[in-house]
């Protein structure tokens, strides 16, 4: 197994490398790689020096599976090059995922959907994840008709740039700015890049993502994502319509018998995710379980996920096992 980490020194890049370790995943020979400024940088994995590569020495070594962290248009530019020479990507940027021949992957969900053939695998948005990993259950079950979502974002998901930002206002010390505005004692409801329509490109992918790894366009999706000063972790207050009544209790039993969801749901002693709980864990935490009395066949609940882990790195991870495990590699 040789294994290239695309955009090894930044910051989903230092959590991929934390991932690999403890799942021990198996590695033969690891290619570290970064942009020009980066290569010759020496990161330690295991105890042992590797030095940063440039990509052209990462296609020229090629690589079993190669894992990309490193943005949209370095995702375009490069991972046909790595699958032209048999390795398989696995995307973490957004732009192979609505691609139609790509497969858009959370383990969990749609992983049998893999077959060796697939050299480019998306992986989807960090918000998406953890909604579909709740959702997808009660949707085999009950069967959605339209689910509202409000995010509240961590800094994280915008980079190191934006946690500095953050950490600066905090200090009192004026510096580099990510957002429009400060972050700090703040709520920008402005994640990512304005459409046409009026909504964000992160509120269209948490429309347009769900359809595609669940593989039914039955259902809708309409959000709002929140850019809020924490450090790590995304929050989700999500309002579901069913076409199937549902009793609670069943709701909850579904939920906490999914692998990788924690249900922390009880209002009598203030349990109930929070990122500072999510933080480091690859689990999707799910609380605030209860009725929407306004309508009927409606669900409120809400998701909390470290959005570096599950939300990237852990999931990339993953589909890089499944592949090993299933000889797709």
């Known amino acids: 197994m040789k294994l290239a980490l695309v955009g090894a020194t930044g910051m989903v890049g230092e959590v991929m490398l934390k991932v690999l370790k403890e799942r021990n995943f198996p590695i033969d020979e690891l290619l570290l790689v970064a942009s020009e400024k980066s290569v010759g940088k020496e990161i330690s994995f295991k105890g042992k020096n590797h030095k940063v590569i440039g990509l052209n020495d990462a296609i020229a070594a090629k690589p079993t599976i190669a894992i990309f962290s490193a943005g949209g248009n370095t995702s375009l530019e490069w991972a046909p090059k790595f699958a032209e020479v048999g390795t398989t990507v696995i ?6 995922r609505m691609e139609a021949d790509k497969k858009l992957i959370v383990p969990e969900i749609n992983a049998h959907l893999l077959t060796k053939e697939d050299k480019i695998i998306a992986n989807p948005n960090c918000s998406t994840i953890q909604l579909v990993m709740a959702l997808a259950p009660l949707h085999r079950k009950y069967k959605m008709k339209r689910v509202v979502v409000s995010t509240y974002q961590s800094v994280s998901g915008t980079g190191l740039k934006a946690v500095q930002q953050m950490e600066n206002e905090m200090a009192g010390v004026k510096g580099e700015m990510a957002y429009p505005y400060p972050i700090h004692k703040n709520a920008l409801p402005h994640c990512d890049v304005f459409e046409e329509n009026g909504y964000t490109k992160e509120e269209m992918k948490l429309a347009r993502e769900p359809q595609k790894i669940l593989d039914d366009k039955s259902f809708s999706v ?15 207050a999500v309002n ?6 549902f009793d609670l209790g069943e709701v909850r039993r579904i939920l906490h018998d999914t692998p990788g969801i924690v249900v922390q749901d009880n209002p009598q002693t203030n349990t109930y995710p929070m990122p500072m709980y999510a933080h480091d864990k690859d689990d999707v935490f799910v609380g605030r379980i209860r009725r929407d009395e306004t309508q009927p066949n409606t669900l409120n609940m809400w998701i909390v996920s470290d959005n570096l882990r599950k939300g990237a790195a852990t999931n990339a991870v993953q589909i890089a096992e499944y592949l090993m495990d299933n000889g797709l590699v």
């Open 91 to 96: 995307d973490n940027s957004s732009a192979w």
């Open 222 to 236: 309409t959000a709002t994502a929140v850019r809020i000063p924490t450090a790590g972790g995304h929050s989700e």
């Open 240 to 245: 579901v319509q069913f076409e199937n009544d």
